[in-house]
């Protein structure tokens, strides 16, 4: 393993450092690819350069991988004890797999567990009892925590909300963070049933002289993937262009997650049949994902290929709605040829997406129409509700929009009888440059129309994982017309008006709980700093603005 793991060191070395034109951009290079710690015992030995916060680094995973490895042995015996499967993903049981000699160079923060749908009261019980508690509330872990999640963790989620537990390693106090997964992929139409039977194919492993379950082989491999392309795409991209996180823009796609699956596709080359790893992708909905991680292994390490060519690249009639319209998983941005996605950074990724809107449906500044209720083009509407804006006068017509610009700012005047009903409208401004005020390219403005400041003027707040701020006197209601005044030092877009686009929406309108779409916006904290109604679908429901 050894031998094995210094090939695809050196690999993964020289696929970074290939565009390097100087020893001083190693290092920024290797951040950018977030493998300064997996490699850093030879850019060490080669260059001689010691750096002490990631020695430090190195120090801490050692003791926190030691403090996890005991409390997994813990949770995996009292499971064990039940009779409940509890299945340990990534971290430790990893670590200890492909890093066998140095496992702390691999990044793990918390422990990950996964049991089956069917396990999960009897599995909350036990974790209580192990001293679990939730980390956002301070409850004891217990089952009456579904009362108010499952639902949604079934329907598009995977996991229960954070847990955590004091515990003492060494004479001092640590807090152990978990995340419980009930489920390995967001949506599935037979969620429950597919993730009890991957349950009931586990494995075993060891550590020390403990029995663990770990995922079957192939079963492993596709959660790496998933996790791989998730953090990528529907997380960090999309966290980069709206800003809901705080996101380093210049960083690149994670290859350190590359790299767990190099080491476990090689480790278990013999065991791996190929038309089983496709059948479950498909299963998953992950052939999309699949497809990019094969081709990714096979430009950065060429000694992967006499296995990698094992496997056929399949392309599959099924459209994958929900992950190409909804949920802002941009996911279909992997199989543009245009973009080298592992040599680009987030931002560039970031401004290409914004900026690949199709412009021929554009509205004219100074412009004139109509909004209505529901999401009506492309393959959209069979998942997607809310407000679009249109030049059609419809049925479903709720009101007019006119758009103008100066100098000062863009201008939208919104007319409905909604006006006088509604609390709230959200009006969404986006652009193929990130925006030096608020740090995203898509900027999101909630208007209150209950809350006046004095005379007409309303509240108008623009908010996200960086900022919060609020404009007292930029939108002016009279009657049933409401006047939004956007300043163009908030949106930094002025210097590129060919890239603009817009969306409005009443998301109070959209409660229908027995719609099975999803609204475009909803509250939902993913930030973790309170900010309100997000934007969480993919950007090509935008309307471009077109300046005369």
């Not at 900026?355 to 909004?371: C, E, M």
């Not at 492309?378 to 610009?405: M, W």
Request: hydrophobic share 40%.
């Amino acid at each position: 393993m050894e031998e094995l793991t210094n090939q695809l060191d050196k690999e993964l070395w020289a696929f970074i450092v290939k565009d390097v034109s100087n020893e001083e951009e190693i290092i920024p290079m290797l951040k950018k690819y977030q493998v300064e710690k997996l490699l850093y015992s030879k850019f060490n030995k080669k260059y001689g350069i010691n750096l002490p916060y990631i020695e430090e680094d190195i120090k801490l995973q050692k003791q926190r991988f030691n403090l996890f490895k005991e409390e997994i042995k813990n949770i995996s015996t009292k499971f064990s004890q039940n009779n409940i499967i509890v299945i340990q993903l990534k971290g430790v049981s990893l670590a200890s797999d492909i890093y066998t000699l140095n496992p702390e160079v691999r990044k793990s923060k918390d422990i990950d567990i996964f049991v089956a749908p069917r396990d999960i009261i009897e599995s909350l019980d036990i974790l209580g009892k192990l001293g679990f508690k939730v980390m956002e509330s301070g409850e004891t872990v217990s089952p009456k925590l579904l009362q108010n999640c499952y639902d949604e963790i079934i329907s598009r989620s995977i996991h229960l909300p954070e847990f955590q537990k004091a515990v003492f390693y060494n004479g001092k106090m640590y807090k152990i963070k978990m995340d419980c997964h009930v489920s390995l992929v967001h949506t599935l139409d037979n969620k429950v049933e597919m993730m009890n039977k991957i349950a009931d194919r586990c494995e075993e492993q060891f550590i020390d002289d403990i029995k663990i379950k770990v995922l079957e082989i192939h079963d492993r491999i596709l959660h790496l993937i998933l996790h791989f392309t998730k953090e990528f795409f529907r997380c960090y991209v999309r966290w980069n262009i709206t800003g809901e996180r705080v996101i380093e823009g210049n960083n690149r796609i994670n290859l350190a997650l590359l790299h767990d699956i190099a080491l476990l596709i090689f480790k278990n080359r013999e065991k791996l049949d190929c038309n089983i790893l496709h059948e479950r992708a498909k299963e998953l909905i992950a052939l999309d994902e699949l497809n990019f991680v094969l081709e990714s292994l096979l430009r950065v390490y060429p000694s992967l290929s006499s296995v990698i060519n094992r496997f056929a690249f399949y392309e599959d009639d099924q459209k994958y709605k929900i992950k190409r319209a909804g949920l802002f998983y941009p996911i279909a941005t992997i199989f543009d040829n245009n973009i080298d996605l592992l040599k680009m950074d987030l931002n560039e990724i970031s401004s290409y997406i914004i900026g690949s809107i199709n412009k021929s449906n554009y509205l004219n500044a100074d412009y004139n129409g109509y909004y209505s209720y529901n999401i009506t083009r492309d393959h959209s509407n069979s998942i997607i509700r809310g407000c679009d804006i249109s030049d059609n006068y419809n049925f479903e017509v709720i009101g007019n929009i006119t758009i103008e610009y100066n100098d000062v700012g863009l201008s939208l005047k919104i007319s409905s009888e909604l006006v006088e009903k509604q609390k709230l409208v959200t009006v969404v401004i986006a652009s193929s440059n990130k925006g030096k005020t608020l740090n995203s390219f898509i900027n999101k403005f909630a208007i209150y129309l209950k809350e006046n400041t004095f005379s007409n003027f309303y509240l108008m707040d623009i908010s996200n994982g960086y900022y919060y701020l609020q404009l007292k006197s930029n939108v002016i209601k009279e009657g049933n017309i409401v006047t939004i005044i956007i300043p163009w030092n908030i949106i930094d877009c002025s210097y590129d008006k060919d890239n603009v686009y817009l969306d409005i929406d009443f998301p109070e309108i959209h409660k229908d709980e027995n719609d099975k779409k999803i609204p475009k916006y909803f509250i939902n904290d993913v930030s973790k700093r309170g900010i309100g109604y997000t934007y969480p679908y993919t950007p090509y429901i935008l309307k471009p603005i077109k300046f005369l």
